[in-house]
Structure formats: C-alpha cells, structure tokens
C-alpha cells in the first residue's frame, strides 16, 4: 500500500516536554589523517607540520563561524574544516539535504567504481553522526501541499495529483537514495557510527537488512512502523545503544507482530549492547514482545548495563529473563505493568551491581508489592515516576526508604494527593545521604497544579539533610493576591492586586506586556522563597522552585548566597530533571 505524503506533514507531539539543560552535543570531528584517508597534506604550511594529535586540537578551537573561510585557503584546510563542520548531519528534505544527499552518492558511486577509493578527499568519511528528520515546512514548501482548509477546498484531482507526486518524490526518491546510502555505508561512510531515525514512516525488510549490514554502533528507531512480519537476515549487528520504538503500520490492512523483528534485532546485537531503550504501543496485541524459544536458545546480554523500558506490554516473561541480569547499573520499568511484571519482580532478588532505579508507576492500586526495592537496599538513586498512591508511598515506601537506604544520594517522588504530609517530609528528612532531592504532588503533565506548597514547613525538614546539594519542586503553585484567587489556576489567571497602588496602569497595559510584568512579579516572589532556601542551607547549590530553574551563589558585595534565575521564563523542564534524576540517554 502506497505511504501517504500527508503522513509527514503531522508534526512530532512533545507534551510538556522541556529541552532546558539538555542542549545536544555535536559529535567530535575525527583526526585529519582519517578524515584524509592516510593522504599526505598536499600544503606546505606550518599548520600541516604539526603532530596530527595537535592539529586536532587546533582544529577545535577554530569559531564555527569561521570554518566555512578557513574551508576556501586550500583543500587541506577544507578537508579538515569539513571534519567538523559535518561530523553530525541531519536530513530533513531541505534543499541542502537534497545537496548533500547528491553529493554522497556520487562519491558512493565512484568508490564501488574505484574499489573504495576516491579521486579527492571525499566528505562521507568526515560523517560521524545522521539524522533523518523531515520537516513538515519543507514538505509543505516543496510540493505545495498541507493540512489547512485552503488545501482541502482545492480540486480533488489537483489535489490528489499532488499528494501522488509528494509520495513518489519522497519515498521513491528521497527515501531511496538514503537507503542506498546506508547499503554502502562501510565505503561511503566508513566513519558512521550512529543513525537517529525520527521520521514516522513505514520502513521496509531491506531497511534493517542495511543497517545491519553497517558499521552503526548507536541506532535510535522513533515509532518507525511496519507493515509486513519478518526477521532481520544478517549473522551480527554490533550495536553498543539502541533506542528501539517499532510499531505495527495502523493503516495496514492486514494484521502482524512487531515481535519477530525486535527480537531478531535484539538477538543479534545482544552480546555488544551496552544501552537498551525499549518502547511500544501499551494494550496492543500486534505489540505483545517475546523472545520465547528453547530455554537454550534465549539470547544472553553480557555488556547491557542500561535499560529502559517504556510503554510494551510483554507475552511472556522471557524478554525480562533475558535482560534483567546481575550486570545492570542503570533500571527503569513500571514494576507492576502487568501480572507478567510483577510475579517477575516479586521473585528477582537482588541485583548487585543495582545503582539506578526509576519506578514508571501510573494510577496502580495502593497493594503494589514493595519486594523488589526491598531487596536492593543499594541504590544509590531511586526515582518514582508518575504517581503512586499516597497511603503506599506514606505508610510503605518511605519507612522502607528511612529504614534501609542508607546509600541513597537521589531521590524522586510524586505523589497523587494535593499535599505532602509532615508524616512523609519527616521520612525524608531522616536520609542523611540524600544529595539531591525532587518532590511534585499531582501529575506534571496537567495544565493545572494544586499543591499550595508550604515553604517555611518543607524548609523545616529539608534543612536536616547536610548533603542537599539540588532541589527540585514540581507542581508547586500558589495563592494570588486577591480572595477569589485560586492555587490550582494561579499560573492561569495571573491575578493582579486590586490594591495595587499601579493597578490603573496594569490594567490599561495590553496584555502581553500585562503578561511580561506578572512574570516578572513571579520570579520576585520566587527568589526570596529561594533565598531563604539557600541561607538556611549551606550545601545548596541549585534549585527549581515555581517553575523557575535557579543556582546558589556567594552575592561578591553582601557575601550572602543568593538564588539567581538561569531563565527569563517558566518552563516544566521535564527532560532536565527525568535526566538528573534518573539517567541520560548514552
């Protein structure tokens, strides 16, 4: 069935998520002598008389805004300008993808015609990094189609003609020559090491017969779909990470499973895995994940020391066998997802080399068994994603956590009620290890926010904790000024005081610079709450609190520590603090 183009025009849905803190880090160019391919410098410049190990270096220190100068002195200077300028590439069907894209098949096309080698130095050997993530605009741009009401009003021949030509330019073309690129990706791009595949598309066998045949070492799928079952035909695929999301294609008139290609793609990169990131689509049977064979045949993971498990729903408990061993460092997984989960975990045991923790736990019922956690009094982080029912997270969990953590430096918990009792903030208070610390009542999702957080109570206890280096308070909200303001609208209604001796001027003020002047008000408010915080705490040395990320420092003039906003706005940074208290994607 023939992919629809107006597939690509839907944009990526990112909820509340927040990239503050987590900018993206371009890859590290390669050595001029790789990147030149044993070549000898052809200039005769000082610059090329250098130890390589030093003009590297050199190299990193050019501004980026230079590079494209310093590429036009001599084919030296550009082969090694190139090293970093295309160390990480992204196609996104601009008119430079399509350039590029050129570019890199004619120097596959010669190298297969010269035996691997080519004339001049080439740029697919300075490629460490790609990524395939369209954007909408250019599909939009390129084939004058989109989802507006003037499209859909236009004749349904012309538009039919153009979403057909979209189609075909798209995956018969563009796709393909990406395709073709991985095929001969070992001459082409003998450097690449790691493939992020964003766009949503239905991907064929010989799509992941290529990737394995590549010199990938880090491969992340996002919800890439198929519509056909098979397994990948290949003897090794020497993957270190994998981020894996294979969905089943919804427009597909026939039915299959996802199962057969996840776990031949497991199966065959399990003895180099280091790093598994495992999601699907939860309550669907064409996503049920197995690995069920002979007992003897089950695929054994010696290096993965990281795994993450998001929403998959498993037919059997073989793919927990499999990848739950002694070597883990780094968990995260809804215990109780299913009956399957929790008898697993009821009876797992302890995991030695157990460091991090993270609970997935969403609207689960208050009897959840606690046996696991009982059983690896180790960790040192330990974070509660979701909700938990409060009577659990109160009456068990956090005796539990006073009573047997004592290594516990990282601590996350979310509670499902509108309040924290003084009961749980007194369990709290009582790990002394504790270096880092996140609390938010109610779900961080929700436009709305109830719990009219207490400060000076929660100061109280917090300030027993000598180690407390970070802070972190999520769905905090407030009490506005005036009698009618309500905590769990404060962030949306944005209530002045009537009494306001400058009300007269707020209120004729338009709205945006109304809104700039409230946010403003906010962080004032905000910053006193964090310095009281930050006096009373001698080892604090950042906080987030009303949606405002802030660090601690010594004021150069009053020698007082004082809390300065990193940001001008408030933001749910969602990422940053899943990745502080759990772990970072490798």
């Known amino acids: 069935m023939p992919q629809d183009a107006l597939g690509l025009l839907l944009p990526m849905f990112s909820g509340s998520k927040s990239d503050f803190g987590t900018e993206h880090v371009p890859g590290l160019p390669l050595s001029f002598d790789r990147v030149n391919e044993g070549r000898p410098p052809v200039s005769t410049a000082p610059l090329f008389k250098l130890p390589v190990e030093i003009l590297n270096l050199v190299n990193l220190h050019v501004p980026a805004s230079s590079l494209a100068s310093f590429a036009l002195v001599n084919s030296d200077c550009r082969q090694l300008a190139r090293s970093r300028q295309f160390a990480s590439v992204k196609f996104d069907y601009s008119d430079v993808s399509y350039f590029l894209l050129h570019l890199l098949t004619t120097e596959v096309k010669e190298r297969v015609l010269s035996k691997g080698a080519t004339r001049k130095p080439s740029l697919g050997v300075c490629i460490r990094r790609i990524t395939v993530a369209t954007d909408p605009q250019w599909v939009s741009h390129r084939h004058q189609i989109s989802l507006t009401r003037a499209f859909a009003d236009l004749d349904e021949d012309l538009r039919d003609k153009r ?45 992941f017969n290529e990737i394995a045949s590549s010199s990938i070492k880090h491969l992340k799928l996002h919800r890439v779909a198929i519509d056909e079952e098979f397994e990948v035909d290949s003897d090794a695929l020497s993957l270190r990470t994998l981020q894996l999301n294979i969905i089943w294609d919804f427009l597909s008139q026939k039915e299959g499973k996802t199962a057969p290609l996840c776990a031949s793609i497991l199966r065959l990169c399990a003895p180099t895995l280091e790093s598994l990131t495992w999601n699907g689509m939860m309550r669907s049977k064409t996503n049920l994940q197995t690995f069920a064979t002979d007992a003897l045949e089950l695929p054994a993971f010696p290096c993965l020391r990281f795994l993450r498990f998001g929403e998959l729903d498993l037919q059997d408990s073989s793919v927990l066998d499999c990848l739950i061993h002694d070597g883990l460092v780094a968990l995260e997984v809804d215990i109780a997802n299913s009956p399957i989960h929790t008898t697993f975990f009821k009876k797992r045991g302890k995991i030695p080399s157990l460091e991090t923790f993270v609970w997935d736990s969403y609207g689960r019922e208050e009897t959840q068994s606690l046996a696991f956690l009982r059983e690896n009094p180790q960790l040192s982080r330990l974070s509660i994603e979701g909700l938990m029912p409060t009577a659990l997270l109160e009456n068990e969990l956090l005796p539990l956590l006073s009573g047997s953590f004592q290594r516990l430096t990282s601590l996350s918990l979310a509670w499902e009620s509108n309040y924290i009792s003084a009961w749980a903030l007194k369990n709290i208070s009582s790990l002394k290890s504790l270096q880092q610390l996140h609390l938010c009542v109610g779900a961080r999702y929700e436009r709305r926010t109830y719990w009219a957080i207490n400060h000076k109570s929660v100061r109280g206890y917090l300030r027993k904790l000598p180690l407390l280096r970070k802070i972190a308070f999520s769905c905090d909200s407030y009490k506005g000024p005036n009698l009618d303001s309500e905590v769990e609208s404060y962030y949306e209604d944005r209530d002045w005081d009537l009494y306001d001796p400058d009300i007269i001027n707020i209120i004729t003020m338009d709205q945006a610079e109304r809104d700039r002047r409230w946010e403003q008000m906010h962080s004032r408010r905000m910053v006193t709450e964090a310095n009281k915080y930050a006096r009373m705490m001698g080892n604090l040395e950042w906080i987030y609190v009303g949606q405002l990320p802030m660090r601690i420092e010594k004021d150069l003039k009053t020698k007082e520590r004082i809390a300065i906003p990193l940001l001008e706005e408030r933001l749910s940074c969602w990422t940053l603090l899943k990745e502080m208290f759990g772990w970072k994607e490798m």
């Open 163 to 207: 979403i057909a030509a979209a189609g075909k330019e798209f995956f018969g073309t563009y796709l393909s020559c990406i395709q073709c690129l991985l095929r001969y990706s070992r001459r082409g791009l003998p450097h690449l090491e790691l493939l992020d595949w964003g766009d949503k598309v239905v991907l064929s066998r010989s799509f």
